[in-house]
Structure formats: C-alpha cells, structure tokens
C-alpha cells in the first residue's frame, strides 16, 4: 500500500488515460454507455484528487487557482460531457505527474550527497590505524584515509594529496592539495593514503551540514510559486464571471462547461512549477541549495545586494605574507618558518594551516613535533628537530621591553591590516609572522556580474574596523561600507535597505544569522560546515566560493522570466478560447482537447529552464583548465619572492649598507620571477583572451608583465654600478627602486589572481 502511495501520480496519470483509452474503444465499436461509464470514471478520479487539492488549500487558508479545475469537472458530469469531462481529468493527472517529476529531479540533484554520507573514520594510532564511529572523532585526533575512502570530517592535510570534490563542487577533474590546506568531509582521496588532523567534529563538518539542509528542503512543503498566485487572485473571477454570463445570457449551461473547459489553469498549475522546480534543480547542480520555490522567486526579484565581510568578500583563511626577523638574528627567516610550520603541524587552530601551508610552498622539509602543549588563548609550544620552539601572543613569547625590530613588524601588520604570530626559538625571540585575510579573487568579478544581471546596489556591512572594511570595499567595488557593526547593527542595516528595495543578505558566520533571517533572501556560505547562518538562510552555497551566488540569481531570474512567458501564452491562448467558447463556437469536448495542446505549449515552454542559459562561470577546456592550474601553482611558488622585496628594502634602513641581500634577489628574480611572467604572457594570456572574448582583456596584464622586466633591469643596472658597501645616497636609489618593483609586484598580484586565475574552476581561494 505504502509503495503505491509513493507512486500515486503515476497511478492517477496511468488511471485515468488507460479509463480514456478503452472508453475510445469502446465508443468507436458503437458501445456509447461502456464508454460514458468509462469517460465518467476517469472524470471521477479527476474530481477526487481536485477535492483534496481544495480541502488542503483550504486548510492552509490559501487561495486556490484548482477551483477552476473542480468546477470543469464538476460540471462536465453534470450536462453530460463524459468525454469532455475525462480530458480534462488526464490533463490534470498529467500535470501532477510532470510536476513530481520535476520536483523529484530537483531533489535527487539535493540527495547525491546524503547517501554517501561517512559513518566511520580510521584514527592513527601508535599501534595502527583503528576504525572507529565517524560520531568518535575529536578535534585534533590524526586520522588516515585511504585510496578511494571519503574524508569522514573536515581536517587539515599533514601531507599533500589528490582529492576528487566533484561530489561537493561538481568540478570533475582531482584536485591537488597541499600540506596544511584544509579538506572538507565527503570528498573523495583520488590518490594514495592521506593522513590529516581532524579540526571539527563529524556534526559540525561540512558533510553533516549538507544533509541537514538537504533534508530541510526535503521536509519543506511544495514551492511556494508566488507567480501562480498573483495571476489566480485575477483569473479565478474574470473566468467565473465569464461563464457565469455565458449561462445567464444564453440559458445553456453547456456553454459555462466549455468556458470553464477552456480556463482549466494547467498553466498555473504546472507550467510555474515546472519552470521554478527546474531552476532549483540548476543551482544545485552549481552549488547552491535554494529552500523553495519562493526563495527562488525571492532571489530573483532582490535589487539590493549586503555583503558581511570575513569569510564571505574576504576568504576568511589567513595567509602567510611575511616572515619578520632581526638583522643578524640567530636563525634566517626560512628555518623559523620551518620549525613554526612543525610544531603547527600539530594544531587545529585557524592560523596553523596558514603556516603550514606557507612552509609547503616554499618547498620546506618539516619535522614531526614533539612534547606539544596547546595553552588556550596564548599559543602552542613543543620540541621541533631538537629546538624549543613557542608560538602565540606577543605577551606569551615577547620579554619586557620589546625588541625594537618586533615592535617595528607590529607597526607594520597594524597599518597593513594583519595578524601577527611570534615566535620564539630556544626561549630566544626568533620572528614575527604576519598573516592577511585577503579578498576572495572571485569578489570583484562577482559584484560587477550582479550589477549587470540587475542588482542596483551593493552594501559592505562588517563587525571589523573602518579601514580594513573601507580597504576591501575598494577593491571588490561596493557602494556603501558600513564597519564597526554588531548583529542589532545589521538587522537595523537590513530593514533600511528593505524599506527601498528587495534586500539580500549574504554572510557566513553564527552573528549574521539574524540579519539573514531578517532579509527578504538570507544567502550562507557554508562551505566548509554548517552554522547557524545555514540554518538562517533561504539560500546556501555548499562550494566555497562567492561568484556562484552570481550564476545563482541569473538562474533564478531566467527560471522567472520563463515562468512568466509560459503562464501568459498559456493564459492568453486560454482567454482567446473562453471567448469563443462563450459565443457558443466551441463545444466542451472540443474545448477539452483544445486546452490540452495549451498546457502541451505552456509547458514546453516552462521546459526551456532547463537547457543552458547566461552564465556567469567562464567555462574552460580540459587542456585550459590544466594548464591554468600548473601556472597557478607556479605562481603560488613565486608569491614569498614579492615579500621578500620588502623586506630587502626594509633591510637597508641603517648602515652598514650590504648589498649582499639584494644581489642574492636580484638572482632569484631573474632566475624564477621573471621565467615565470614569461611563462604566463606566452600560456595564461592566450587561454584567458579565449575565456573572456578577446585579446583586449588582456592588455593590462601584458603590460605589467613588461615593466616588471623593466623594472628589474633597472635595479640589476644599478646594483651592479655600485661597490658592496654602498653609502647612503647610493643605497636610497636602490631602496626607491625595490619598493616601487614592490607595489608594482602586488598590483600585479592582485589583477592577475582576479582576472585570470579566479576563471578557473577550483573551489580553493588563492
């Protein structure tokens, strides 16, 4: 019993065509009543489930547009049109069929994660791996996965390693993940065992957060399709009061069976649906889970766009950006990074895999730690290849008074917007680490998107500082920021910008959930696990990054501009034929059949949401992709170079002058910087001129990769004119050119993560 309830739509479609079917049969071997029973059957059916479509409108005190439907019904028994009566009853039968079909879709594109949910882990252990429950694991346990084996919790890699995120991202080619990168759990290990530190319980990771949004979607009642409604609220009276009349006038209640024939409201009924539920299928498919019909519907009509800050327009994952260490220091900034990046091995907190990462890139070798003890809110400290080695806060790490060269790196990180880690080696102040929270290189590309797809206004709305938030502002090109915000702040922020226009709020973390429930359409990010703001929003991106919100709203717009065209073809075809079926030129029978070529063109219509439309997303070849990737990676090797500019500069502030650093940067330049811009004006160029349409989108960047040679040649021009101990007028050229190669180098950065490698499909931020 139970399985043919499930099954029920097939079971009235099946139903009521095979009762039209055999009546055919039997009116055409001259059997009129068997086919009048039969006819009248299939109408029956139709009556019935109309009935408790009605009965459950309603008893959710909604309006229904199905009342046209019942009364079609209803009255083709009553003046006798059998046949009449059993087209409409297969029209309706088959319009559930399609919408269940369309909503199943919708969901199996939601459930392909759930039924690969991890129940068990495999921890490491002194004697072995030992498998255990996934529900056992802890923050901070080691775990092993092996080939094929999904990751069972989110943890940080403790070695590099293939992973296929296809189930998360919908990216089909492995992906290569270092040392010290974050990995969410559900993806797969593509290539050999993996060993990673578990940094979240298995119900705080990612993959328990996507069941549970998937299953509130699951749980949520059919879409609310606002569309449908609004077009019913005018329909239901305009066809009563027509077929009304055409009684009235006429005095021939046939010709109100016909007008109510013809104004069966399949269009509203299905074509909506359909369109909305194909829409949602589409942005799942990219990443996004949208709660609903309504919510889609919402997301399309939204004309102002509020961005929290860290995690959303930012990648909310510090990155190493320098190594600060005194002039004549007992260890070179190299070997404190690497023994900060051992002992970090180790921790599970946010800044680590930073580190970690860093020392991966610059191609360290790292050492086990030892002894390692975690003190909350002050640091860690262990034993690293023999060295006692501490990191944390300064008061935790710095003696009284501070050195001057450490109170130089905090100066820094303060007017730079960083964090700083200091370390210290053998109880000896060794460095300062300095971390940024760069901005997504999605975010610019993101914000222009939404602004041609019809967001009129973009708001920055952050709990952090002026500066910092009025920095980031400008480089992803919003028109307000608003910093120094508590979650009271932002609900405030949120009703203003609703008073205007349709508000969505886009944030991340648990202080945004309230402004997110508060918007007309709450959007989390809940990449790498489930929060409070998942739970908030209307709409959740499971892939980690920012720009799939824009492919989003273009699905949600199109999905509306297709739902409109569909009803008003099917509604304006359906008031053509109530004229004519109410000056009594079309019979119910003939209405009935003529409806259904309607709801055929509506829905073929509403059908369209599902091919391809504008996207958002640059689509790449296999070989493009691959080749963005290796240069990305090469980039990414190169990167600590930019740094060390600076700090070269920042290195000849007193005498004695040795220009020994920089001839020694000078190589690496020449040697590996230069190499690699060559290696992208003569490979990124070309594949990005073909993923942007033109050669004149990468004119800018071709230029910067001239007057970076430029610029180096300068210096080599100089250095070489000069002795080893330089003096002062001679060391000032010298610094002038190294920090303007130096601005030069970042601005470049910053374009060229922005325009080329944010095309490519990785969901990992660079």
Known sequence: MRRWWQRREQALFAATLLLVLIGSVAAAADAPDVAGALWNAATLLGLGYSTAVLIGA?????????????????????????????????????????????????????????????????????????????????????????????????????????????????????????SGEDVRSGVVNAGGPVRLTATATAEASTYAGVVRLVEQAQAASAPSVRIADRFAVAFVPVTLL????????????????????????????????????????????????????????????????????????????????DVVTPANGPLPAGEVLRLAAGLDQSSAHVLAGAIVTAADDRGLRLSPPEEVQERHGYGVQGLVDGHRVRLGKAAWIVPDPMPAWMRQARRRAALDGSLTVFAAIDDVPAGVLLLDDPVRPQAPRMVRALRRAGISRVVLVTGDRADTAEAVGRVVGVDAVHADCDPGDK???????????????????????????????????????????????????TVDRIDALADAILIARRCRVIALMAVLTGMGLSAAAMIVAA??????????LLQEGIDVAAIAIALTALLPGRSHTVTM????????????????????????????????????????????????????????ERAEEAELLPIMARALGGAETTSGLSRTHAEIDHQIGRLRRTVDDLVEQADAEDVTDVRRLLYGLYAILRLHNAQEEEGAFSLVPDPQTP
């Open 242 to 321: 027509l077929a009304g009349a055409a009684w009235a006038v006429t005095g021939d209640p046939v010709r109100a069976v016909a007008v109510l024939v013809v104004a069966t409201p399949c269009p509203l009924l299905l074509a909506v649906p359909i369109a909305i539920m194909s829409g949602i299928s589409r942005a799942a498919r990219n990443g996004v889970v949208v709660k609903g019909g309504g919510a889609l519907e919402r997301l399309a009509a939204g004309r102002v766009m509020l961005f929290d800050k860290t995690g959303t327009l930012t990648a909310g994952r510090p990155v190493l950006t």
């Open 583 to 592: 000056a009594g030129h079309l019979s119910p029978a003939a209405g009935a």
């Open 58 to 178: 309603a008893r959710r005190r909604e309006a229904s547009v199905d009342v046209i439907a019942w009364l079609a019904l209803a009255g083709a028994l009553w003046v006798g049109e059998a046949l009449a009566g059993a087209v409409i009853a297969v029209m309706l039968s088959s319009g559930v069929l399609l919408e269940a079909r369309a909503a199943a879709r919708a969901r199996r594109e939601l459930s392909t994660l759930v039924a690969r949910a991890p129940r068990t882990a495999r921890r490491d252990t002194a004697s072995g791996p030992v498998e255990v429950p996934v529900a056992e694991v802890v923050i901070g346990d080691r775990l092993v996965v092996g080939s094929g084996e999904i990751v069972p919790v989110d943890g940080r890699l403790l070695g590099p390693a293939v992973l296929d995120e296809s189930a998360l991202t919908g990216e089909p080619l492995p992906v290569e993940r270092r």
């Open 491 to 541: 609900l405030a922020l949120i009703r203003a910008e609703q008073r205007l226009a349709p508000a969505v709020m886009v944030g991340d973390g648990i202080n945004d959930a309230p402004a997110l429930a508060a918007a007309e359409v709450g959007v989390a990010l809940a990449a790498r696990g489930a929060t409070a703001s998942a739970e908030a929003a209307d709409v959740v991106l």
């Open 621 to 676: 070849n296999a070989t493009d992709r691959a080749t963005a990737r290796r240069l990305y990676a090469e980039h990414r090797e190169v990167r600590p170079l930019v740094e060390q500019v600076r700090t070269v500069a920042d290195a000849l502030n007193l005498p004695p002058y040795d220009l020994g650093p920089v001839r020694a940067l000078l190589d690496d330049l020449e040697v590996r910087l230069l190499a690699h």
